[in-house]
C-alpha cells in the first residue's frame, strides 16, 4: 500500500501569517499523499467578537447557536480553507478545499442535548473514503476544513480532531497511513515544564501506567486516547508533535 | 457528447432563505450534467457592513482590498457556498464546492490598475477543463463560487458571469454546453416595462440592430455580448432568463 500522512494543525499555525507560511512549506516539501485538517477557532472567536456575537466554550468546545455556525462556516470553510489551498497551489500542492458537505466527505449528526446543548455540532457517522482515496490516488491533497453535514442540509461545526483521527482511520483501508496531530508542544511530556522530557513512544500499556502515575492528564488524556484507538482501528502510526518539527525525523512522541 | 448545462444565479437569488430553497429544489429536478456558479455580493456587503467596512462599487464592480477579500472569501467561498453545497447534497445532489484555487480551477490574473484600481480582482486566465469534465463525468456537480486564484498564493475576486461564461468555454471542449444566466426579469425585454416583452432568440445581426435602435441598453450589453462571445466559442445557446423558470422550456431569451 502506498503511504499517507494526515497531518492535523491547530488554529494558531494557521491564523498567523509566518507560522502559515512555514506550515505550508514543510507541508509541501513532505514526500507521497497527504491531507491537511485544519481548524481556526481563534479566527472564529475573533470574527465573532467583532461582530457582537458571544463565544460560548464548555470545556474547549464551542457552543454554536445559528450566528456562530455562520461565522465557523465563514472562517472556517471560506477563510482559512481556501488562504491554506491558494497558499498550497502556489507551492506545487494540488490542493482540494473540503467540508465534509463536499462530495459528502463527512456524514455526522448533530449532537444529542445531555447536560450541555452545543447547538450545531456534529458528531462524526462516516467518512466516505473511497472518494477520498479516489482523490488522493490521483495526486489531488484534500484540505479539510472542521465542519461536516448531516445529509439534511446542514452543517455542523465538528472537532477538528476528531475528523483528522476518522478520516485516518477510514483511509487506512486504502493507504498506510501515519496520523500527525501538531500541537503546542514538541510531544507529549514527563513534565509538563520540561520541553525536553518527551516521552518518545507510548502504547496501550504505558498509557494506563502513566495516566494512573497522573503524567499524562487533562487534555492529553483524550489526545492520546483517540490516537491509540486510531492505531487500533488500522492507523499505522499517531504522531503528537509541533508543526514545526513536520518533516523531520525521530521528532515528537509516536503512539502505537 | 453528453449535455451539460451551467447555470449562473446572482447574489439575491442564493441569499434568501425562500428562493434558495426554490432554486435548489429547481436546480436538483434539472436532468443531465450541471455546474452552478453563484454570486453573493449583498451579503458581502452585509458582512462588511456590520465589520465597519465600506463597500465602494465602480460602475457595478466591487472595489476589493485586503479587508474586503477577506470578507468576499468568507461570504462567497464560506457562507453562501457551502450552504448550497449542503442544500444539495440533502436533494441528492453531488455537489462540491469549489473557488479557482482548489484543483487550480480557474486561474487568474490581477486587474492592472488603469483608471481605477479594483484591488484584488481577477481577470480570468484559464479554467481547467479538462479536470472539471472529469469530475462532471463522474457524477460531481461543481458549485463555484466567485473567487479565483494568481498561482502565487492570492486569492482574486471574480465576476460570476465571467466565470460562468469562461467555464462553459472550457467546458464546451468536453459537453454540449448550455449556459443559463438568471436574473431579475423573465429575459431581454424589448420594452423594459413590460415583463411580457421577452425577445425570444438573440443573434450577433440583431443583436446590432437592437444596440442601434437603443432596445438594448446599459448593463444588458455587456451580458448579451458576453453570451454571443460564449456562443461564439462553441457553447450551444445560452439562455437569459429567472431563476424561477428554470427548468421551464421556452422560457427566457435564447442567444445563439
Known amino acids: 500500500m502506498d503511504k499517507l500522512t494526515v497531518i492535523k494543525v491547530g488554529g494558531k499555525i494557521v491564523e498567523e501569517e509566518e507560522s ?5 512549506d514543510r507541508f509541501a516539501l513532505l514526500p507521497g499523499h497527504k491531507v491537511l485538517v485544519h481548524g481556526g477557532g481563534r479566527s472564529a472567536t475573533r470574527l465573532a467578537t467583532r461582530l457582537g456575537i458571544e463565544s460560548r466554550m464548555v470545556e474547549g468546545r464551542r457552543i454554536t447557536d445559528a450566528e456562530m455556525l455562520n461565522v465557523v462556516t465563514m472562517v472556517y470553510g471560506g477563510l482559512v480553507n481556501k488562504q ?35 447547538g450545531f455540532v456534529g458528531d462524526v457517522n462516516q467518512v466516505n473514503g473511497d472518494m477520498l482515496a479516489d ?17 439534511q442540509g446542514h452543517l455542523l461545526n465538528t472537532n477538528a480532531d ?3 483521527g476518522e478520516t485516518a482511520k477510514a483511509l487506512a483501508r486504502h493507504f498506510e497511513v501515519t496520523l500527525v496531530f501538531c500541537f503546542e508542544k514538541r510531544g507529549v511530556l ?16 504505558l498509557f494506563a501506567q502513566l495516566t494512573a502515575e497522573g503524567i499524562i492528564q487533562g487534555g492529553m488524556i483524550p489526545k492520546v486516547e483517540n490516537s491509540l484507538q486510531a492505531v487500533e482501528a488500522g492507523v499505522r502510526q499517531v504522531i503528537i508533535t509541533q508543526a514545526n518539527a513536520l518533516g ?5 512522541t509516536v503512539v502505537k
Not at 482523490?135 to 445529509?151: E, R
Request: charged letters at 25%; aromatic letters at 2%.
Open 20 to 24: 502559515l507560511r512555514d506550515l505550508l
Open 84 to 118: 491554506i489551498v491558494a497558499g498550497l497551489q502556489a507551492r506545487g500542492v494540488n490542493a482540494l478545499g473540503l467540508t465534509g458537505a463536499d462530495m459528502n466527505a463527512i456524514r455526522s449528526e448533530k449532537r444529542p442535548v445531555k447536560e450541555v446543548d452545543y
Open 135 to 151: 482523490l488522493i490516488a490521483k495526486g489531488i491533497v484534500p484540505v479539510m476544513a472542521p465542519l461536516t453535514h448531516d445529509g
Open 162 to 164: 476528531t475528523i483528522a
Open 190 to 205: 514527563r513534565d509538563e515544564h520540561d520541553d525536553l522530557s518527551v516521552i518518545p513512544t507510548i502504547d496501550r500499556n
Open 248 to 252: 523531520q525525523p525521530n521528532e515528537g
